[in-house]
């Protein structure tokens, strides 16, 4: 019971998401010069739309809070190729199963030939975690 008491003043004298950090997702392309990347990312209250992002350009970044009840989740499909024939579905967040959101989470995903890289730090290197599917992409998101 204390802790509920002490779990009410806290949320009642902090306004949501005052002193947290925003959660940031970084996609990088490093497929080659010539080579854009496409992509299309979208959580359950935001959808960016279609992108590109032009080899070894600046990182493209989705900054956003952890939702208080839900989990957060953000997907984005990746394209490349000269007919977008090499395509990923990748979830790139999701948050934790905790009711406290979580704040100042970085994720980076890297696109290059070989595969999709991941990496949870910017100052670590980002290991290959996917490999292109290649064919025809049916899904339009």
């Known amino acids: 019971m ?7 003043l806290v ?12 959660n940031r997702v970084l996609l990088h392309n490093e497929l080659g010069p010539g080579r854009p990347l496409e ?7 935001n959808d960016l739309g279609v992108k590109n992002l032009n080899f070894n350009a600046t990182p ?3 900054e956003f809070h952890d939702d208080w009840f839900l989990i957060t989740t953000w997907d984005c499909m990746l394209k490349h190729g000269a007919n977008m024939e090499y395509f990923y579905k990748v979830e790139v967040y999701r948050a934790g199963h905790r009711f406290i959101p979580m704040c100042g989470q970085i994720r980076v ?8 890289y991941f990496s949870r730090s910017l100052d670590t290197p980002p290991v290959l975690a996917l490999l292109w599917n290649l064919g025809v992409c049916l899904l339009n998101l």
């Open 2 to 8: 204390n802790h509920l008491v002490l779990f009410i």
């Open 39 to 45: 992509f299309h990312c979208y959580s359950v209250n």
């Open 60 to 62: 493209y970044v989705i």
């Open 109 to 116: 995903w890297t696109a290059k030939l070989d595969g999709i």
């Open 11 to 22: 949320t009642a004298y902090f306004k949501p998401h005052e002193a947290c950090v925003k």
